[in-house]
């Protein structure tokens, strides 16, 4: 891998419209949505991965598992979770491109049983990036780069505080973005300041 370094400025491509979609994203609606509870600020940004089959990547399949189409003769895992309901605001392939499910104005289904410095149901406040990858390989340099420009806005747009890992906010349930994902990399392409990952204790 090579050295991450600060993204340039994403541009207003990567800035959220007043709608809560973000211009440079594929669309691709989830129907797994719904209002966030009023008055709520958006401070946080998870960070997820997700492969469908489980290791593979590029198949489709993780959209049709958001948009509730996903086809469970396709694997013996997909019949699974065809059932289950779930969302994330976005996604990031393995090529670096952006997806975007639900607008950042809405409350995507992607956070689960989690809790953030003592408070509850993080997907009331948050912002759930699925990065396209598993736990035991290494990320592409494309998904950081846009992982990193897309929070870059995302801190820009909303009052977010802090960026966490699924395993965060859900330890002992969760293990992504896993032991692989570069989170010093990370922040140093995406320009935050180290007590914006509280949960990252290896920073300087
Ligand atoms: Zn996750």
Redesign the pocket.
């Known amino acids: 891998m090579p050295e991450l370094r600060l993204a340039p400025d994403p541009g207003p491509g990567f800035s959220p419209d007043p709608a809560g979609w973000v211009p440079a994203a594929r669309r691709v609606p989830s129907p797994n949505f719904d209002a966030r509870p009023a008055h709520m600020p958006v401070d946080l940004v998870v960070l997820?991965?997700?492969s469908l089959p489980p290791g593979q990547f590029g198949s489709g399949d993780i959209e049709a598992f958001f948009q509730n189409r996903l086809d469970p003769a396709r694997h013996p895992f997909f019949a699974t979770i065809c059932q289950v309901r779930v969302s994330a605001h976005f996604l990031v392939t393995r090529e670096g491109e952006m997806v975007q499910f639900v607008s950042c104005l809405d409350r995507a289904w992607?956070a689960g049983q989690s809790e953030f410095l003592g408070r509850p149901r993080c997907n009331d406040f948050s912002i759930g990036i699925?990065i396209e990858g598993c736990d035991d390989l290494p990320f592409a340099l494309a998904q950081y780069h846009t992982t990193a420009a897309l929070v870059r806005a995302l801190f820009a747009a909303y009052p977010v505080r802090a960026v966490a890992g699924?395993s965060d906010i859900a330890p002992g349930r969760?293990t992504?973005p896993g032991p692989h994902f570069d989170w010093t990399g990370f922040a140093a392409a995406a320009g935050l300041a180290p007590a914006l990952l509280p949960y990252r204790k290896d920073l300087p």
């Open positions: 997820h991965n997700i992607h699925e699924h969760k992504d």
